[in-house]
């Protein structure tokens, strides 16, 4: 949550995703660790996704949806829709592959055919290439040296992190007097544990919009698309009633 309104941070509603499609993974015997003993492993390409209501406050039960959507030759994509109050705050869908762990290929999608269904309902659209708006003026900067904190299951930097990263570059009355609106995030390279990353936030011809690219070794690892909106919460958490199971005594 955020230290201001008490409510779900966009960076946890990302990992509330990505654990949701894991458990998915894991009923069809294609987990990570089912992957491993196979010399492979699971990536993620790029996630683009809308804040379509308010974040539900901390202790707020939700509840995400997320299925396959979309299947190619190399690649498929998982749409997903997260509610609160049976209402949906957030949509989207994310890019996946299966790498082979000596090779850095990705192998072919008839294993993900053969196990899992496929939904072809889009909930924002048709997936086509995403253009990253042009860059105009840098406004911020910041470098960061990763750290074990950054790094997952697969020895490199978990893409949580660079989303972390990107959103250190604003300023705190910024992020006091706006929230997301939109999110697409495209990972390029992977990084490793010690790598300096430098992260630069550019202003588009978009109100309230950015474009942040991170780049280590003069090699953009990740570019991050932002778009804001004005903060109009007009609930505050001690008029909230808060949905904390009672101590058993």
Same mark, same amino acid.
Request: some cysteine; proline content about 3%; charged content about 25%.
């Given at each position: 949550?955020?230290?201001?309104?008490?409510?779900?941070?966009?960076?946890?509603?990302?990992?509330?995703?990505?654990?949701?499609?894991?458990?998915?993974?894991?009923?069809?015997?294609?987990?990570?660790?089912?992957?491993?003993?196979?010399?492979?492993?699971?990536?993620?390409?790029?996630?683009?996704?809308?804040?379509?209501?308010?974040?539900?406050?901390?202790?707020?039960?939700?509840?995400? =949806?997320?299925?396959?959507?979309?299947?190619? /030759?190399?690649? $498929?994509?998982? #749409?997903?829709?997260?509610? *609160?109050?049976? &209402?949906?705050?957030?949509?989207?869908?994310?890019?996946?592959?299966?790498?082979?762990?000596?090779?850095?290929?990705?192998?072919?999608?008839?294993?993900?055919?053969?196990?899992?269904?496929?939904?072809?309902?889009?909930?924002?659209?048709?997936?086509?290439?995403?253009?990253?708006?042009?860059?105009?003026?840098?406004?911020?900067?910041?470098?960061?040296?990763?750290?074990?904190?950054?790094?997952?299951?697969?020895?490199?930097?978990?893409?949580?992190?660079?989303?972390?990263?990107?959103?250190?570059?604003?300023?705190?009355?910024?992020?006091?007097?706006?929230?997301? =609106?939109?999110?697409?995030?495209?990972?390029? /390279?992977?990084? $490793?544990?010690? #790598?300096?990353?430098?992260? *630069?936030?550019? &202003?588009?011809?978009?109100?309230?919009?950015?474009?942040?690219?991170?780049?280590?070794?003069?090699?953009?690892?990740?570019?991050?698309?932002?778009?804001?909106?004005?903060?109009?919460?007009?609930?505050?958490?001690?008029?909230?009633?808060?949905?904390?199971?009672?101590?058993?005594?």
């Amino acid at each position: 949550m955020d230290t201001d309104a008490y409510r779900l941070r966009p960076i946890a509603a990302i990992k509330y995703i990505q654990d949701a499609f894991a458990r998915y993974t894991t009923t069809k015997k294609m987990a990570a660790f089912d992957l491993m003993p196979k010399n492979l492993y699971w990536i993620t390409t790029e996630h683009n996704m809308q804040f379509i209501d308010s974040l539900p406050f901390w202790s707020e039960p939700i509840t995400v =949806e997320i299925w396959i959507s979309e299947v190619s /030759k190399l690649k $498929f994509y998982t #749409d997903y829709k997260i509610y *609160y109050d049976n &209402k949906p705050f957030l949509q989207g869908s994310s890019c996946w592959l299966i790498l082979d762990m000596t090779t850095k290929r990705p192998i072919k999608t008839d294993i993900i055919t053969q196990k899992f269904e496929v939904c072809d309902d889009f909930v924002l659209g048709e997936h086509t290439k995403f253009v990253i708006p042009k860059k105009l003026e840098k406004v911020r900067e910041l470098v960061h040296t990763t750290n074990l904190s950054d790094i997952d299951f697969n020895n490199h930097v978990n893409n949580k992190s660079y989303i972390n990263i990107a959103e250190m570059t604003e300023t705190e009355e910024f992020r006091k007097t706006k929230v997301l =609106e939109k999110l697409y995030v495209k990972f390029n /390279k992977e990084s $490793f544990l010690g #790598d300096k990353l430098n992260c *630069y936030a550019y &202003k588009t011809c978009t109100d309230n919009q950015y474009v942040h690219n991170i780049i280590c070794n003069d090699v953009s690892v990740c570019d991050i698309v932002t778009q804001w909106k004005n903060q109009t919460y007009n609930t505050k958490i001690i008029d909230y009633d808060l949905k904390v199971k009672k101590e058993l005594i």
